[in-house]
Structure formats: structure tokens, C-alpha cells
């Protein structure tokens, strides 16, 4: 590994690992199939934890994380190794393939309607389906990169430093996105409950 490179926006460990995905991609890229095989290691818990969260079904986010490797696989020649990017080039491609499966899922699947004019009071202890209706309708009202910010950062436990660095964003960018949609959500969701 290049120990002269400088990556001041990363912690060591992320300085580190995106030396390594660099190095790795760029043997990817020649059709190293180890290398390509180690990239994945690193990475697919991450991309199957994000995509997961943004389509919350796990046959469907295994498929999209298949499709993720496959694209990144032919796609491999097209990375610049010297960038030091290749976790938020991969992310890319996953965002990409989510929406990609949105999109077809909006053509093809009729959206669910939520009655919010129920007039039931909600039980003293929250009730876990009702909390997971509410917030998948909260989530709903969100612009695509205030979704992206929420899932990662409270369904896949990033911290807003790795969000920026997945993103392409810079943290407080991070920070204020996740405050508005936070924001709206909490508006949704205490709009929907009596």
C-alpha cells in the first residue's frame, strides 16, 4: 500500500481500507478474481445492510447486492484506482440499483393505500406493526437523499462521517439532511397518530 497517500477527510482505518479497495480494484480490474472476491467480503455487509434497509425485503436486497457485484465486476475497468473512491463508486452503483427497482416497482405493483382517518386510539404500549407502518409512511414523504441519510445512518449504523464518505457529501451537509428529514418525519408520524 501507498503509505505517502493522504486522505485528511477519513479516519486511519477508512484511509486504510480505501487504500486497499483502491489496490484490490485495480487487480479487479485486470480480472483478478480474488482481489474482486476480497472486495466483497469487505463490502457486502455494508451494501446489503443499505439496500435492505431501502427496500425492507431481504429477498430483494440479496438480489440487488448480486446485481451490485455483477455491475461492479464489468463495470470494473471503468474505476479510477487512484481516486481512493471505490466504496462511494460501489455505493453509487447499489443507489442506482435502488432506484432502478423503485422505479420498476411503481410500474408494476399498485401502491399500498394507508388510511390515516382511523379513529381507533392507539394502545398505552406502541404496537410494533402499527410503529413500522408509521414509520415506512414517514420514511415515504422523504426526498431520495434524506431516505439514503435515515437508512444509513439508523438502519445501518453509520456514523455522519461514513455517510459523507458513502455520499460524496460533506458531514455537515450529512448532518442537516438527516435534521430536516428527521424533522419531517416527526411531523408525519405525530400528524398520523391521534
Request: proline content about 4%; overall charge neutral; hydrophobic content about 40%.
Amino acid at each position: 500500500m501507498q503509505d505517502s497517500v493522504s486522505l485528511p477527510h477519513l479516519r486511519e482505518a477508512d484511509q486504510l481500507q480505501a487504500l486497499e479497495l483502491d489496490e484490490l480494484a485495480a487487480r479487479a480490474a485486470l480480472g483478478d478474481r480474488a482481489a474482486f472476491e476480497r472486495i466483497y467480503n469487505l463490502l457486502v455487509d455494508d451494501l446489503y445492510s443499505y439496500i435492505r434497509g431501502q427496500c425492507r425485503n431481504e429477498t430483494v436486497a440479496e438480489d440487488l447486492v448480486a446485481n451490485v457485484f455483477l455491475k461492479a465486476w464489468r463495470s470494473a475497468k471503468g474505476y479510477r484506482p487512484s481516486s481512493h473512491t471505490f466504496r462511494r463508486w460501489i455505493f453509487t452503483i447499489a443507489r442506482n440499483e435502488v432506484r432502478d427497482f423503485w422505479r420498476a416497482s411503481q410500474r408494476t405493483l399498485p401502491m399500498v393505500e394507508f388510511d390515516i382517518s382511523d379513529e381507533r386510539q392507539p394502545e398505552p404500549e406502541s404496537d410494533p406493526v402499527e410503529v413500522r407502518r408509521l414509520v415506512q409512511q414517514a420514511l415515504a414523504t422523504l426526498t431520495e437523499e434524506q431516505r439514503q441519510v435515515v437508512v444509513l445512518r439508523y438502519f445501518s449504523n453509520k456514523s455522519h462521517e461514513e455517510i459523507a464518505t458513502i455520499l460524496g457529501k460533506r458531514e455537515g451537509a450529512v448532518r442537516a439532511q438527516l435534521m430536516r428529514a428527521l424533522r419531517q418525519m416527526r411531523k408525519v408520524m405525530g400528524d398520523a397518530t391521534p
